[in-house]
């Protein structure tokens, strides 16, 4: 299951949070500042898997309970392990259960990454922060509830199509946007993945 999505600029700003695992707001705020932390202090070296910070791996009883705890069966609802890639100027971070392969979790991302590229033609920060109804929607199409409902990138970019949910910039010259987008610099490719 997937706990959050979250999205941030190098900066730590986030650019998307989207949580589906109930938290008080002051533990969200703690472990988005807790996660920015600690993904933007790895070298770009490192794996792309980390296991969660203890903020949440330490839940308080009741906080297991409303998370569902379902360890009689082997498995468990809890967090437990962030999964994030970096391309130019953004951070795409996971928060999952141990029961989701990190390898699927990478591939969403991409996928995820993908679909905004082909919605908005070169995707760059400016179009998360202007266009957010596109970005939820796009993950509306990936994710409901937690759990993963489609990965098929044509199936995501068409039917945030039909909802009528893609505005796309003007286009202001050769290299719009902030590095000429996520997925590579100025043109296609992912040169701009670490």
């Known amino acids: 299951m997937i706990n959050a999505v979250l999205v941030f600029n190098n900066n730590g700003q986030p650019r998307l949070t989207k949580f589906y695992t109930q938290l008080d707001t002051s533990v969200q705020q703690r472990l988005i500042s807790e996660i920015f932390t600690l993904v933007a202090n790895r070298p770009s070296s490192s794996c792309n898997f980390l296991p ?42 996971l928060i999952s259960t141990s029961t989701e392969s990190p390898l699927a979790l990478l591939d969403l991302i991409q996928v995820f990454v993908e679909a905004l590229d082909r919605l908005f033609e070169n ?24 759990v993963v409902v489609e990965t098929g990138l044509e199936k995501i970019v068409k039917g945030v199509r039909e909802q009528g949910k893609v505005t796309l910039r003007k286009e202001m010259g050769k290299g719009a946007g902030i590095g000429g987008g996520i997925l590579g610099w100025g043109g296609g490719g992912l040169r701009g993945m670490t």
């Open 123 to 146: 995707v760059c920060e400016l179009d998360l922060i202007f266009n957010f109804e596109t970005l939820h929607a796009v993950l509306g199409e990936m994710i409901v509830g937690g």
């Open 52 to 93: 969660l910070p203890p903020l949440l791996a330490a839940a308080t009883p009741a906080d297991k309970d409303t998370i569902h705890n379902t360890a009689s069966s082997g498995h468990t609802d809890l967090p437990a392990l962030v999964t994030y890639r970096h391309y130019a100027t953004l951070y795409f971070i």
